[in-house]
């Protein structure tokens, strides 16, 4: 059965840091593209980072750049999100699901979600 487990949500405080764990089963996280994304109340999903099948190469929202820093690894079969300097914007829930390519969204599996929130 091909599925994602996302961990590691929770309340932290602005500047802040919280790490992200997404488990494959089913699948080789090497041989898919495995992307972050995160949807706040009211508004659409927004993607975070992406990491491609293979070459491993890696994409950033504009938002997030500098701050966080997505990984895979291929012993765990995991791909991790290390979120730095947290802000009161970035409380959502973040998905991780697999995508055709880190060009846009087009999910083939996706993750059940975490919630992260971002307050004093």
């Known amino acids: 059965q091909v599925q994602l487990v996302e961990s590691g949500g929770g309340l932290v405080q602005p500047g802040g840091s919280l790490r992200l764990s997404c488990a494959a089963s089913?699948?080789?996280?090497?041989?898919?593209?495995v992307g972050w994304f995160r949807q706040a109340p009211g508004k659409g999903r927004e993607g975070v980072a992406c990491?491609?099948?293979?070459?491993?190469?890696?994409k950033y929202g504009d938002s997030v750049k500098g701050r966080f820093t997505i990984s895979r690894d291929s012993a765990k079969n995991t791909v991790t999100l290390q979120m730095d300097s947290l802000k009161p914007e970035d409380t959502a829930v973040y998905y991780c699901d697999v995508v055709n390519d880190c060009s846009g969204y087009s999910p083939l599996v996706r993750g059940q979600g975490t919630q992260v929130t971002v307050s004093s």
């Open positions: 990491i491609s099948k293979g070459d491993g190469n890696i």
């Open positions: 089913g699948f080789t996280v090497d041989l898919w593209t």
